[in-house]
Structures are given as structure tokens and as C-alpha cells.
């Protein structure tokens, strides 16, 4: 049990190291940057945009009591939270409450529980639906006009159809805006007479929170919802299997995909991503729908195996990393694969969805990027774990325990996330059969930990050895048919994967892989380099049956036609009537860099770039002309060079904020808070406040506290040439990087914040 403090500060600073470890923890954002002391831990943790950030990852369970706090106020008394909960289960309340205080959304006092400053503020004033306190809508009212029971008395008195007005408004919203009809201006005008309702402007009216608490009973929520709903599951069998299955079939895509893109690249688009047209000839390709194709790109390229080339003309192409990768075992390719997407913040399901600019979001576009999706992946994976092994769960179940777990979350892109993450899950093989496989936990994190004593292998080994016994072993040999296809029993071995890939098209994919030879394929093996007997020869050395004779009177029939056409390119052609003329220009040394070959009597080529062929001639003492496609010579202009846009690069990795980390930091906390309070030890004993400078997020800290609470302030002030002036100053309102105040002569002024070097409550 925590010390009793009188701030959220003194709190903090009388935490345990391992408390102040959860509550890094808890919120990560804490520790970036790292704080100097325990009071700059503090001041961070009730910054607005940090408490946002808190609120926005509790659960329906401490949301609702949070809210319960707030409305019962400050060192409110447990029976009193549990009357606005609606549940008696005191353990679970108090248990909820802790882990509040644990995350410092509240402090602990001597009187009771306190909520920080700025909870309120980010849950705004429809706290559960419920309007704003009486006192702030009206000033003026009396006491007696927010009591419960006077308030009871006068609903019970109200008539049916004012009663039926309340009714509407009882769970929200409470702002109503009044009727246009005459009849129903007298029913609120009824209400706003005896003081229910009360008008905010000419046609709103607003239900004052203890109106609303009278008329839910005294509940706060329509149903308390403290523990999480159960998920419905049902038993399936064969999960890793077959998740087997599907994690050798996404490897294939993958493998499928770098040899699509190393031989035809598609363009990087202006915005970048890939275009629609080349997205869709990679689902051919592939032969999967769009959502699977868009899949497997963003999964290569989350994986290091594909990216942009970077060059002048940018292209989609595989990486360096990408024969590493093919050269491994299949479990440790899996593994790669499944950890890249477990962490990656790019979320595929969107791709071809509506984003925010004209069209349509493209695959490895920025549009897909949505740090979200890996939170929500994480927490689908961990309900999964949850479920005893071999269960699949309910779809709809599963859904509704996500929104309990992320109640800020809109309901609509959450369904859409989670529908997203088990397709993919599935697809990847992390599930098998709509169950978590044993690989899926091992991903996780949810595997048996090893035993004392036994050092634990890299992850990507880990989970690559809980997926490996289920893959099909792969196979090295096929079997051709005399219709000139060839079954694959399994998968194929990599060097006789990659020449089936190459000189046949895949026609149907499952347990085995069958392949066609076609024209165009054995014409595209032949124009990798091999030759008719190779291709032959390599084909009945992998067939466990004999070759039959179609196949080889296609090999040979298309190898004869091979190659009687030649074409080749060349960036110039230097044309000229006068022999003697080219034979110099073969002849001289200095042109040898050219690389000149001869076509006709009057016709040189060159791979150079007809300008600088041009300017090379002449410096040897040719005069040539630049000539045009249509043989007129072209007039020189002055050129106009344009420096290309600067290509965006990705930031600097972050390194998570785990228990090491913050142990770290906790120990740095603790050498700082030594050395403050060493440094207000001091202070005290000289005569006089002493301003200390502080971090600018302290300082605006209590600037707000002395706001909230009416108090003065020293401040150390920096003037215009440098020099630090005190002032004693009582803050009216902070706001756009200035603080309002009046000074000890009762004059109103304005400071700079950033010119505050430091502050000190007034004694």
C-alpha cells in the first residue's frame, strides 16, 4: 500500500522501484525522452496528451470505474463507487482501482483516491453520457436543487409527457435542443421552470448530471461491464497441420513473387506503392484474389525481401536479403516471415480501400500505414492463446471481447482489423483451422519457457523450430506426364523449385503442385541461357517417370525457332557516305571506349549516348551532327538542368521500452530525485525563495496546479537581453505557450512560457 501523499508528485516519489517499473510500463510514453527526476516523471505523467494516451488503452472494466471515480469525486467512499457501478463485488472494484493508481491516472492521498487534474479534462464533460454538474451549468442554484431526493420529488410530480422528454435524455446525449412545436416548448418549458433541464442557448438545453444519476437510478452505466465477456470456442483438430500447410504454401508465394518482380519489376509510382495494373498481373501471377496478393506484397517487403531500388527510374525489386533468405531452412523462412509481420505497423487489408487522397490506397503505398494494426494483431494472437489448445473461437465472440478490451476504438474499423488479422493469421499459418498453432504461440511468446539453466535461441529460432515438424518435407523429384504437365508431390527442393518456376507455368496448386510446359515457358527457360538438351536432360534426371516424347518434340521444336531473329539495342548509330571516314574512326584508339561496331559499308553503332558520341568525335577531330529520327539534323539549345525531389528516407529505429530498459531508468530516476532533493536541502537554508531551473514540462505543471488551485507562484523570468528577473505572480489561465497572470501590484500580464526559467510555489 502506497504511502498517503498530497500531490500526484508525492506520490510518485514514494513509490517502490518495481512500482515505479509497472508504471513505465504501463506507459511507455513516460520514458521518452527519459525524464531528469521523479518530479519530471510526474509533471509528464499529468500532461494532457499522456493521460490521452492511458485513457485510450484501458479496457471497458477501468474505463468504467475510472468514470465512476471522477463522478463521485475526490476521496469518494467505496460503497459510493459501488452504488454508481451498480455491483457489489467490492474485490473486483478495488482490484480495477489499484491498477489505476498503478498506471498514475489516480493518486493516493490521506483522504482517499484522487484522480489526476487532466483525466477530466480528456473525458471530457459527458462523462458516461452524463451532462455537465449542476453547479457549472447554473452558478446560481441553490443546494437543495441538486439533492437527490428533491430532485426525485419533482420527477414524480413532472407531467407524463415531461417525463417522457427525460426518459430520452436519460442515456445520453444531454444535450437536447428544444422542439419547434408549441406543445413541446411547454413540456421543456415545464422542465426548465422546476430546474431539470437547464438552457445552454436560445435552442439547447442541457440535463444536469445529478438530474441524469436520479433518473438511471443512481447507475452510471446502462450495464457494468467490470470483466470481460467470455469468448465461444469449439473444439477443431489437425490445427498445426494444418497451419503446416499454409505456412509452406505462403512460402512458395513469396518465392513465386521475388522471381515475378526480379525479372519484371513493377515502377514505383510518383506517391509511391504499387500501381493497381501491376498489383492485379501479380494476382495472376499468383493466382490469389486481391486481398491475398496485396497480403504476400506488404508481407515481403515488411520482411526486408522486397523494396524500392532506389534508382534515377524506381523500381519494386527483391533485395540482397532475399538469397539469404531462399538458401535457409523452410522453418527459419517462416519464422522471418511471421515475426516481420507481427511488428509490422502496415496494415494490407486496406489496400484498395478509399484513402485520404483521391484514390484508391495502394499496395506499399503510405496510405497502409497504421500503427494501430500491430497492437490489435498482438491482442487477437493473445485471446486466441487464451483459449484452451485445438479452440477456434466464435468470430462474433471474439469481436465483442476486442471492444471490451479497446472501448475507444470506432466499433466499425476495429470488426474490419480483426476480420483482417485472423484471415491473415490464417494465410501465414499462425492459425490452422480458425485455432492458434503451436507455431502461433511460440510467436507470441505464450510457449513453455525453457528450463532453468538452458539459454533461450533467438526468436526467429524458436519459432522456427515450432513450426518446422509441420511443414511437408520438401521433395526432389517429379513427375511428368504425357500431357505435358508435371505433378509436384510436395515442395519443391530450391534449385528444382526455381527451374520448374522458370521453364513451366503453374496450373494448380493444393498437396501438389502441377505444373504445364507451353511454348512460352520452355521459350523462357531458353532465354535464360539453357539449351534444348540441358533442358531436356534436367527434366528426366527430376522425373521419377520417363519423359515423354510430346515434351520432347516441344523442347526441340521451339529451341529451333529460338534465336533465328536477333535484336539488340544501341543508344546511337553513326551514318556517313564516306568510307575511308568510319574506317578511321574503327582504326583510332582514343574511340575504343565507344565500343564501335559496323553494320553496312556507311553505318557505325555505339551503346553511348548519342551527345556524348557527338562530343567525343570532335575532341578527336571528327566534326559530326546530331541527327533527328526523321534524318534532319538537330540545332543545339542551351540546356535546362532540374535537380530531382529528394527521395524520403525512414527515421532511426526505437528501442522498446522493456523491464531492462526501465530498470535503467528507474536507477538514473533515483540518482536524479537524490540530487534535487540534495539541492532543496540547500535552498532552505538560504534566505529567500530559490527559483531552480526545471524541465519546461514541471514548469507547466504547476503553472496549471496553480491555476486549478488559486495560488501564487515565483517564477524566474528571462528578459530580452538574457538576464533572469523574479516574479511574484498569481496565474489566471495558460494557453497558447503564454501564462496570464496578475502581479504583486495587482496589474495583469503576460509571460512567455519559454522564457520561464523555473517556479516555485508561493509559501
Not at 531500388?309 to 522453418?331: F, H, K, L, N, Y
Not at 509441420?470 to 511428368?480: A, F, G, K, Q, T
Request: overall charge negative; some cysteine; hydrophobic content about 40%.
Amino acid at each position: 500500500m502506497a504511502t498517503p501523499s498530497r500531490s500526484l508528485a508525492d506520490d510518485i516519489r514514494g513509490r517502490s522501484d518495481a512500482e515505479l517499473i509497472d508504471l513505465v510500463l504501463a506507459r511507455p510514453d513516460l520514458a521518452r525522452p527519459a525524464p531528469a527526476d521523479l518530479t519530471s516523471l510526474a509533471a509528464r505523467a499529468g500532461t494532457r496528451a499522456s493521460v490521452q494516451r492511458a485513457v485510450e488503452a484501458l479496457d471497458r472494466g477501468h474505463l468504467q470505474v475510472l468514470e465512476a471515480v471522477v463522478v463521485a469525486g475526490d476521496a469518494a467512499d467505496r460503497d459510493v463507487l459501488l452504488r454508481l457501478l451498480g455491483t457489489d463485488d467490492a474485490e473486483t472494484v478495488d482490484g480495477l482501482v489499484q491498477d489505476l493508481w498503478r498506471s498514475a491516472l489516480v493518486w493516493r492521498g490521506a483522504d482517499g483516491d484522487h484522480v489526476v487534474r487532466t483525466v477530466p479534462e480528456v473525458l471530457g464533460t459527458a462523462v458516461a453520457g452524463l451532462g455537465a454538474p449542476m453547479r457549472e451549468l447554473r452558478p446560481s442554484a441553490r443546494p437543495e436543487e441538486a439533492d437527490p431526493e428533491h430532485i426525485a420529488a419533482t420527477i414524480a410530480a413532472a407531467p407524463d409527457d415531461s417525463r417522457a422528454m427525460l426518459e430520452r435524455m436519460t442515456w445520453g446525449p444531454a444535450l437536447g435542443v428544444l422542439p419547434t412545436a408549441s406543445a413541446g416548448r411547454t413540456t421543456a418549458r415545464w422542465l426548465i421552470e422546476h430546474h431539470l433541464l437547464v438552457p445552454v442557448s436560445a435552442d439547447r438545453v442541457a440535463l444536469p448530471r445529478e438530474v441524469g444519476l436520479v433518473l438511471r437510478d443512481g447507475r452510471l452505466h446502462r450495464t457494468t461491464e467490470l470483466t470481460p465477456p467470455p469468448i465461444e470456442s469449439r473444439q477443431v483438430s489437425l490445427v498445426d497441420a494444418a497451419a503446416g500447410g499454409a505456412a509452406s504454401e505462403c512460402l512458395t508465394h513469396v518465392d513465386e513473387l521475388a522471381a515475378m518482380w526480379g525479372a519484371e519489376p513493377p515502377r514505383v509510382l510518383r506517391a509511391g506503392g504499387v500501381a493497381v495494373r501491376d498489383l492485379r498481373a501479380t494476382q495472376t501471377a499468383l493466382d490469389l484474389d486481391p486481398d491475398h496478393t496485396a497480403f504476400m506484397v506488404e508481407l515481403a517487403y515488411a520482411a526486408g525481401l522486397v523494396a524500392d531500388d532506389g534508382e534515377v527510374v524506381p523500381v519494386w525489386a527483391p533485395t540482397s536479403e532475399i538469397d539469404d533468405w531462399s538458401s535457409r531452412e523452410a522453418g527459419h523462412r517462416w519464422g522471418t516471415l511471421a515475426l516481420a509481420w507481427l511488428g509490422s505497423t502496415r496494415a494490407p487489408h486496406l489496400v484498395g480501400r478509399r484513402s485520404t487522397g483521391a484514390g484508391p490506397a495502394n499496395a506499399l503505398g503510405p496510405d497502409i500505414q497504421w500503427p494501430a494494426i500491430r497492437a490489435i494483431r498482438r491482442e487477437v494472437l493473445r485471446e486466441l492463446a487464451s483459449l484452451d489448445p485445438g479452440g477456434a473461437p466464435a468470430p462474433d465472440s471474439l469481436r465483442e471481447r476486442l471492444a471490451w478490451r479497446r472501448p475507444n476504438r470506432a466499433a466499425s474499423l476495429l470488426d474490419e482489423a480483426v476480420d483482417a488479422v485472423l484471415r491473415e493469421a490464417e494465410w501465414l499459418g499462425v492459425t490452422g483451422r480458425a485455432a492458434l498453432s503451436g507455431a502461433g504461440r511460440a510467436l507470441l511468446g505464450t510457449a513453455t519457457p525453457s528450463a532453468p539453466g538452458q539459454t533461450d535461441a533467438p526468436l526467429v529460432d524458436r519459432v522456427a523450430a515450432a513450426m518446422s515438424p509441420h511443414l511437408p518435407s520438401p521433395v526432389d523429384h517429379i513427375l511428368v506426364q504425357a500431357d505435358l504437365t508435371a505433378v509436384a508431390p510436395g515442395p519443391l527442393v530450391g534449385g528444382l523449385g526455381s527451374f520448374m518456376r522458370l521453364a513451366a507455368d503453374v496450373e494448380s496448386r493444393g498437396g501438389a503442385t502441377v505444373y504445364r510446359f507451353t511454348p512460352e515457358s520452355v521459350r523462357r527457360a531458353l532465354d535464360a541461357g539453357w539449351t534444348a538438351a540441358d533442358l531436356t536432360e534436367t527434366i528426366r534426371r527430376s522425373s521419377r517417370t520417363p519423359v515423354p516424347q510430346p515434351l520432347e518434340y516441344l523442347v526441340a521444336d521451339v529451341a529451333r525457332k529460338h534465336g533465328q531473329t536477333r535484336i539488340g539495342g544501341a543508344a546511337a548509330y553513326i551514318r556517313s557516305d564516306d568510307e575511308s571516314v568510319l574506317d578511321t574512326m574503327l582504326a583510332s584508339r582514343d574511340l575504343a571506349p565507344l565500343r564501335l561496331r559496323r553494320l553496312a559499308p556507311t553505318v557505325l553503332v555505339s551503346s553511348a549516348d548519342p551527345r556524348v558520341l557527338v562530343d567525343l568525335l570532335r575532341d578527336n577531330g571528327f566534326a559530326p551532327v546530331h541527327e533527328g529520327l526523321d534524318g534532319a539534323v538537330v540545332h543545339s539549345e542551351t540546356p535546362r538542368r532540374r535537380a530531382g525531389s529528394r527521395r524520403r528516407t525512414a527515421g532511426p529505429t526505437v528501442s522498446p521500452v522493456d523491464r531492462a530498459h526501465t530498470q535503467a531508468l528507474v536507477d538514473g530516476l533515483r540518482a536524479g530525485e537524490a540530487t534535487a532533493e540534495q539541492r532543496r536541502a540547500d535552498d532552505e537554508t538560504r534566505p529567500g525563495p530559490r527559483i531552480q531551473a526545471m524541465d519546461p514540462i514541471v514548469t507547466l505543471s504547476l503553472l496549471r496546479d496553480a491555476v486549478a488551485d488559486r495560488h501564487g507562484v515565483w517564477i524566474g523570468y528571462s528578459d530580452g537581453h538574457g538576464a533572469t528577473t523574479r516574479h511574484l505572480i498569481h496565474p489566471q489561465r495558460v494557453e497558447g505557450g503564454r501564462v496570464r497572470a496578475t502581479d504583486e501590484s495587482g496589474h495583469e500580464k503576460s509571460f512567455s512560457v519559454h522564457r520561464i526559467t523555473g517556479a516555485t510555489l508561493e509559501s
